[in-house]
């Protein structure tokens, strides 16, 4: 049995994959907006695919991660996690490594988050509620 997830203030999904895919999950945004009326979402997306995550029912704030170019390699890790404002609730929809480090680094200091992302076997530890499919 799961812990409760707290009510969030901050909410952050992590989908730096496909244009396609930011707007497959676009009903993801609309729940947690009347999950969680009051809380502030961003999404974290490629440049390309920004202009779609900030049109995106619930979502408040995009930050463009450009894991190609300007944010290339490890070390823009945790300047781009900064960047989320410390979210308490961190949805990760797909597997890419880099991306589980981006919702670990966001972490808030001295509070909680709840990082809920698909996992392999390796980087499981940077989820607290990890789903393996």
């Not at 809380?39 to 900030?54: D, G, L, N, R």
């Not at 929809?93 to 709840?114: D, I, K, V």
Request: proline share 11%; glycine share 4%; aromatic share 10%.
């Amino acid at each position: 049995m799961t812990a409760a997830i707290p009510t969030p203030q901050k909410i952050a999904v992590i989908r730096t994959g496909f244009l396609g895919d930011v707007v497959f999950w676009s009903p993801l945004c609309r729940a947690f907006k009347k999950a969680f009326p009051e809380a502030k979402m961003t999404f974290v997306s490629t440049p390309k695919a920004a202009p779609i995550a900030a049109a995106r029912p619930g979502v408040n704030r995009v930050i463009a991660f450009d894991k190609k170019k300007t944010h290339a390699g490890l070390s823009q890790i945790p300047k781009i996690a900064a960047e989320q404002e410390a979210p308490e609730l961190v949805l990760v929809p797909h597997r890419p490594f880099r991306s589980a480090l981006l919702a670990y680094f966001s972490r808030p200091e001295g509070h909680s988050q709840t990082r809920v992302g698909r996992s392999s076997l390796f980087w499981r530890p940077l989820f607290t509620h990890p789903v393996v499919i």
